[in-house]
Antibody, heavy 123, light 111 residues
Framework: QVQLQESGPGLVKPSQTLSLTCSVS??????????WSWIRQHPGKGLEWIGY???????YYNSYLKSRVSMSADTPKNQFSLKLTSVTAADTAVYYC???????????????WGQGILVTVSS | QSVLTQPPSLSGAPGQRVTISCTGG?????????VHWYQQLPGTAPKLLIY???IRPSGVPDRFSGSKSGTSASLAITGLQAEDEADYYC???????????FGSGTKVTVL
């Protein structure tokens, strides 16, 4: 059973960089054709897929955050990370890491999720 | 503004059937991309409920079923139970945006 766990600061100051790490157990991020993903949910709102990284290190970011997002993978530690620069109060959200499975042509879906971490942007 | 539109809320009595719609367009559902559904119980992470339009992961009751037609998809819950009270989200891929997108979400209330 794959398990994911987010970690990082719960409070970030405006204009600074939000940094989160997702630790994966029960499976290797180096194996398979999975998309190791980050999703966020603003308080009381819907879900937003931020982007994903492959085990090769290639990363894809959703268009609305592309200019501020970067992701990386640390395969020896079986972790992947999210960085979001120049944060504002609008970036306050619960951030989830998740694994996406599927195949090209039909699309990918998120089959395993972390519990989520609330990140508040405030001075 | 979500690319995939869902009704904000639905309700039903225990035992009834409710259907949640997910309306997209020609660049996502209508382009043939799979539609996936998630259930989010209060205060918890979303859980995969249906993938590839109509496949239930192991452990998901067969009261949940999915379908797709044209540019829309639906999630049906039959024999509604109190434990089904949750938010439900559809998800697909949009080739115009080159993004994975979620629906706006539907809150299901069991009366």
């Amino acid at each position: 059973q794959v398990q994911l766990q987010e970690s990082g600061p719960g409070l970030v100051k405006p204009s600074q960089t939000l940094s989160l790490t997702c630790s994966v157990s029960g499976g290797s991020i180096s194996s398979g054709n999975y998309f190791w993903s980050w999703i966020r949910q603003h308080p009381g709102k819907g879900l937003e897929w931020i982007g994903y990284i492959l085990h090769s290190g290639s990363a894809y970011y959703n268009s609305y955050l592309k200019s501020r997002v970067s992701m990386s993978a640390d395969t020896p530690k079986n972790q992947f990370s999210l960085k979001l620069t120049s944060v504002t109060a609008a970036d306050t959200a619960v951030y989830y890491c998740a694994r996406a499975d599927g195949f090209d042509g039909d699309g990918y879906y998120l089959d395993y999720w972390g519990q989520g971490i609330l990140v508040t942007v405030s001075s | 503004q979500s690319v995939l539109t869902q009704p904000p809320s639905l309700s039903g009595a225990p035992g009834q059937r409710v259907t949640i719609s997910c309306t997209g367009g020609s660049s996502n559902i209508g382009a043939g991309y799979g539609v996936h559904w998630y259930q989010q119980l209060p205060g918890t992470a979303p859980k995969l409920l249906i993938y590839a339009t109509n496949i239930r992961p192991s452990g998901v009751p067969d009261r949940f079923s999915g379908s797709k037609s044209g540019t829309s998809a639906s999630l049906a819950i039959t024999g509604l139970q109190a434990e089904d009270e949750a938010d439900y989200y559809c998800q697909s891929y949009d080739r115009s945006l080159s993004d994975y997108v979620f629906g706006s979400g539907t809150k299901v209330t069991v009366l």
